[in-house]
């Protein structure tokens, strides 16, 4: 088997004559950038064969590197076969970067309640004699609710726990604590060990992403936090996108995503629970918010047929099971919660960012709005609640966009531009010189030329403005954001007029959904109380250029709320609350999926918002005179 | 008691003044005035607003023009002024809509002859002027301005503004007082929003005609006339980025298979046919220009017209 040396690290792995680079590089342990799941449309996955035999079919992907790049042996990983030994390097560009990944979790509308489903009985029971023979677990049971727990004849004891019992009780004098844990089918003992060990019951709530996966434990007695931990979804390596992950799954791949699913959430755990200084044995509820999909992949439901007409997923109910049954390392028999979703894509974690945000619990109205390539919007209360879900390109997250890129080091993250000289002044993430506009940078950027004048409302460069910013590039105008001698990439970063009409059809999917909801219940802007954004998206842009440049319906800019990550702040107060799993369930049954394809009026919706802010100028009456004040200002010079 | 077809709307056409009579600077015999309704056309004893006009369209290049429409009128072609003084006196349109079909060929850059071509339709007739300029982006600065520039003082309604290239039409005519045709792909948003985009150049309103882009009858027609029609609902209703006369050429009539194919004494027919029956319609849903190559339709249309404005029976169609 030929061997394929990594540079610059050296690292090597033996591979099959024949198999790509990437699964050599995927092989060696290198989490690689594959945004089109290896099918050669992304280029993401580039590397330089530096020595040895390839096969690689340059005139056909040529087209993703420079001629300096291809002398220096550029080739795409996953379409390159190694035919025998050879030495490749791997730019750092080409392996998933570390990245923002959004922890932070803030519950406005919700105060965090303590009523776990899991309570520790500390017992000391009295020994059996020949006088009293009630059997050990009797006597097991009949000391928790001697203590104040449940009657005795209301709770299950499983065989595993039985099994224990006898040795536990005696080999600890009759000194135990026993575990007890309400779940669907009523109360269950589910563990039983020695001394008192009522200190240590803790619970864990996770957010599976499709890229990160976020876990919090948590202590069931105060409801503090003990540890955080996060990590990269270790399905990446089988496809950055979610199509691509379910045509994994398609090609016989749904064990291998399952176990990836898995020793996510496990690696995430062991990182909080040694944080915190405690043993994963103590964790006996584990909470789980994801993505329709996600979910469906943890619990090894085949997810093929959701991604076809007429889109069903299999369930729209929440699910338990015994956390060890899908393969979390957590305590013995604890339970595992998974949100429920409503349709293929209102998943578990828009219902958990329901919950978060506290809208399904009160009268006003309110719209969610959870944006990333795929977007899903909420709008209602507490007694009705529409959603709907759509695609919004990758625009908005830096893809398709010639600089954009992800919120990674070096990305232009904030962007203000001097209304008369048109100097940009920015600020890139951990201050590195910059690489590239990530979403927050290219929504800034967006609002900021408008603003200045320097684009129309459909997005046009006005070519007109003698500027040595503004400009003719390769095939359209563009706008110079940062010279070559102050990027970090050697050229000058540039945003062109293609990237921000990309950029325009994003935003108008959401703005287009947001009002197609609205017209469906009736409800003009002034009746929204709250507009909630969740997600990392969400966090970091400007709340004031998303109302600008027509992403979100305007309303007074104080009632635009971030709720953060709201999947993991949902998983959490479920966790904390067992009262809220009704709620949950409620939420998923009350709301009416909008499928916008079927919505004879989303079309107008949508060229109506390719427009800055919205062709309807009267639905941004703030942003049309902050618009009439900078073109005063424009004039002036 | 009678049935009433009349609508409280709120919103009002805005009114549109094509040409200049020599007291007001310029050339022209009379001046014409579209829009200006409060109702949907043809309703009412009275009906509100500007009786539809028809405009005659010819070319500078008659290479690049239907051969149904140059064969009727022979070899009058060859001379864009005499065509035009031709079928100003022979068919008495309303307007003449002048295409400088010239600009179109490869390398075009001779945009001298075009102010020359101008000058001298303007000399040739008397009635107000709509010209067409270049479709090429590169060119359209230097044509444009060339087209304002020697029909300065005339008023003429300038083609075309688009949403990818409006900048130039509506310079040259804020710089010599003309009025801007605004097509957009028979899209009532695309047409709000390329009125947005003139008006923040400093286009005044009352200087723009829509042009909803009309596809010919059995070509599409159906949905121009329903986004003419929602336009117009939206003007009515009051919303006065939309409220602006409409202009409706069924550019295609005389290039369709229908009228490719027809022969002999049917080719004329067909042709006038194809015309009227796309462009009627176009003024029951709102057009207040509409535009024909075949000189024969003119008539047949402006009698049809009067009929309906003046509620008879349309007769002859």
């Known amino acids: 088997m030929p061997t394929v040396t990594f540079l610059p690290s050296f690292r090597k792995t033996e591979i099959a004559k024949g198999s790509t680079i990437l699964e050599a590089a995927q092989k060696a342990g290198f989490h690689m950038n594959v945004v089109c799941g290896g099918q050669g449309k992304c280029g993401k996955c580039s590397v330089m064969v530096r020595s040895g035999d390839v096969e690689f079919d340059r005139e056909k992907y040529g087209g993703f590197f420079s001629d300096e790049e291809a002398v220096q042996g550029a080739c795409l990983s996953c379409q390159t076969r190694v035919m025998g030994d050879i030495r490749v390097l791997i730019p750092e560009g080409s392996l998933v970067q570390e990245q923002q990944i959004l922890i932070d979790i803030d519950t406005p509308g919700v105060p965090l309640e303590l009523n776990p489903a899991v309570w520790k009985y500390a017992l000391a029971l009295s020994p059996p004699t020949l006088d009293d023979q009630s059997p050990d677990l009797t006597r097991l049971l009949w000391g928790i609710e001697k203590s104040g727990g449940p009657k005795e004849g209301s709770i299950y004891a499983p065989l595993e726990v039985i099994r224990e019992i006898p040795r536990v009780l005696r080999e600890s004098g009759w000194k135990i604590t026993a575990t007890v844990a309400l779940v669907p089918g009523g109360f269950r003992l589910i563990h039983v060990e020695k001394g008192d060990t009522t200190a240590h019951r803790y619970g864990a709530a996770v957010d599976l992403g499709t890229t990160t996966v976020v876990v919090y434990i948590r202590s069931l007695i105060d409801g503090s936090i003990v540890g955080i931990g996060s990590n990269y979804n270790r399905q990446i390596s089988c496809g950055e996108d979610i199509l691509s992950r379910v045509n994994y ?91 429920p979703a409503v349709s293929d894509f209102i998943g578990g974690d828009i219902i958990a960012d329901i919950l978060a945000s506290g809208m399904a619990e009160t009268n006003d109205i309110s719209l969610l709005i959870d944006i990333g390539t795929n977007f899903e919007v909420v709008l209602g209360n507490r007694d009705w ?6 695609a919004a390109g990758p625009a908005l ?12 080091p070096g990305a232009i993250e904030q962007v203000q531009l001097d209304l008369q000289t048109l100097k940009p002044s920015y600020r890139t993430i951990r201050n590195q010189r910059p690489k590239g506009l990530c ?6 950027l967006l609002a900021e030329l408008l603003r200045a004048c320097v684009i129309d409302r459909t997005g046009r460069i006005n070519t ?24 970090g990439i050697g050229k000058d970063i540039v945003i062109t007029e293609n990237d921000i009409k990309a950029l325009i059809m994003s ?49 007074p800019v104080e009632r635009v709320i971030t709720i953060g990550n709201g999947a993991i702040a949902g998983a959490n107060i479920a966790l904390l609350n067992r009262r809220k799993k009704r709620v949950i369930d409620e939420i998923a049954r009350k709301i009416a999926y909008i499928e916008l394809n079927a919505d004879p009026t989303f079309m107008d919706e949508y060229t109506g918002s390719c427009f800055l802010p919205h062709t309807d100028l009267s639905l941004f009456p703030g942003v049309e005179k902050m618009l009439d004040q900078c073109r005063i200002v424009r004039e002036l010079p | 008691m009678g049935l009433s077809t009349l609508s409280e709307w709120t919103g009002r056409i805005g009114e549109l003044v094509i040409g200049a009579s020599h007291a007001e600077g310029g050339t022209r015999s009379h001046v014409v005035r579209i829009g200006g309704e409060r109702d949907l056309p043809y309703i009412g004893t009275h009906p509100s607003g500007h009786k539809p006009l028809v405009a005659y369209e010819l070319a500078d290049d008659p290479s690049l023009w239907p051969a149904a429409a140059t064969r009727y009128i022979g070899d009058w072609v060859h001379d864009t002024a005499d065509w035009a003084a031709y079928a100003e006196k022979e068919y008495t349109p309303d307007l003449i809509r002048l295409h400088l079909t010239s600009t179109r060929h490869r390398g075009f850059s001779d945009t001298s002859r075009i102010g020359t071509t101008i000058e001298s339709v303007l000399q040739a007739t008397r009635l107000p002027l709509i010209v067409e300029g270049s479709d090429d982006p590169a060119m359209d600065s230097a044509v444009y301005q060339k087209i304002g520039e020697a029909a300065e003082g005339e008023r003429i309604l300038l083609g075309t503004a688009e949403a990818g290239r409006y900048r130039s039409v509506a310079a040259a005519a804020m710089a010599y007082g003309h009025s801007v045709i605004a097509q957009s792909p028979i899209d009532i948003n695309l047409a709000k929003q390329l009125n947005i985009l003139l008006r923040e150049t400093g286009l005044p309103s009352d200087r723009i005609a829509i042009d909803p882009y009309t596809g010919a009858l059995g070509y599409g027609f159906e949905y121009s006339y329903s986004v003419m029609e929602r336009i117009r609902y939206s003007a009515l209703k009051g919303d006065t980025d939309l409220a602006m006369p409409m202009i409706s050429s069924a550019t295609d009539s005389l290039t369709v298979k229908e009228v490719r194919e027809a022969q002999g004494s049917e080719a004329e027919k067909t042709a006038v046919a194809w015309e009227l029956y796309s462009m009627l319609p176009a003024t029951i849903a709102g057009a207040s220009i509409v535009c024909v190559r075949h000189p024969l339709s003119i008539a047949g249309l402006k009698s049809a017209i009067d009929s309906l404005w003046n509620g008879e029976n349309v007769e002859g169609v």
């Open chain 1, 249 to 339: 799954a398609k090609r016989g791949g749904l064990g291998k995503l399952q176990a990836l699913a898995v020793e996510s959430i496990n690696a995430a755990l062991t990182t909080a629970s040694n944080s915190a200084g405690i043993d994963r044995e103590d964790i006996y509820e584990v909470v789980v918010a994801g993505n329709t999909i996600m979910t469906h992949i943890l619990m090894g439901i085949d997810p093929a047929y959701m991604i076809e007409e007429p889109y069903v997923p299999v369930v729209r109910r929440y699910l338990t099971t015994a956390a060890q049954r899908v393969g979390l390392a957590v305590g013995k028999n604890s339970g595992l919660f998974i949100f």
């Open chain 1, 439 to 444: 979403g927050s940078g290219l929504i800034d």
């Open chain 1, 464 to 487: 007109a403005i003698p500027h040595e910013r503004i400009r003719q590039g390769r095939q359209v105008p563009e706008f110079v954001v940062a010279w070559k001698e102050e990027t």
């Open chain 1, 385 to 390: 609640m529409f959603a709907c879900a759509g």
């Open chain 1, 397 to 408: 997250e830096g893809g398709e966009v010639l600089f954009g890129m992800r919120a990674n």
């Open chain 1, 507 to 555: 935003k108008a999917s959401v703005l287009a959904a947001c009002q197609t909801l609205m017209n469906q219940a009736g409800i003009g802007r002034e009746e929204i109380a709250q507009i909630y954004f969740s997600g990392a998206f969400g966090n970091y842009i400007s709340k004031d250029h998303a109302i600008t440049i027509g992403l979100i319906p305007e309303i």
